[in-house]
């Protein structure tokens, strides 16, 4: 990402999302923050943009009503950012098909959401879920990568919780 003088550096990016999720705890009952830093972890080792990179900073913020939409309209972000952002924003009662759809149609915006998937079927992250949560998951992670296309699951990089 190239700051300009109005824009977001990714240090701000990753301590305003930090701030916005604090108080939020992941399935397994981890800090929220810990899997976002690894999806952005697992961008930047898939050779990622700054601009996904700070999407992946911020992929489920809106999603987890922990920023709204409305402050990501007026965020002095890159378009490309928030555009990302919104494309991984899965809407309530929303099909998997359309949501696949809509990231697929968004530039730069798979790569994030491989990453987050990749870090969400972490074995390790799994296994400290009750079996059926762990089989839901698991199966909803492998349609969701089908339909992206992205067929193969990917070796987790960076940190694990």
């Known amino acids: 990402m190239t700051p300009s003088r109005a824009q977001l550096t990714l240090p701000e990016v990753e301590a305003l999302a930090r701030e916005a999720h604090a108080a939020q705890r992941d399935k397994a009952g981890r800090p929220y923050s810990e899997h976002l830093a690894a999806v952005a972890d697992g961008v930047r080792a898939r050779g990622g943009s700054d601009e996904q990179v700070a999407a992946a900073w911020l992929h489920d913020a809106v999603e987890d009503d922990a920023l709204s939409e409305r402050w990501l309209a007026g965020a002095a972000l890159p378009q490309q950012v928030k555009d990302m952002v919104l494309a991984l924003t899965k809407r309530d009662g929303e099909d ?12 730069g915006a798979l790569l994030v959401k491989e990453a987050d ?25 492998a349609l969701v990568r089908a339909l992206l296309g992205l067929t193969a699951p990917q070796p987790h990089a960076g940190r694990r919780d």
């Open 96 to 107: 998997l098909a359309a949501y696949s759809r809509r990231i697929l149609a968004t530039p």
């Open 117 to 141: 998937l990749a870090h969400n079927a972490d074995p390790a992250r799994l296994a400290v879920l009750d079996p059926a949560t762990r089989t839901r998951l698991a199966e909803k992670y």
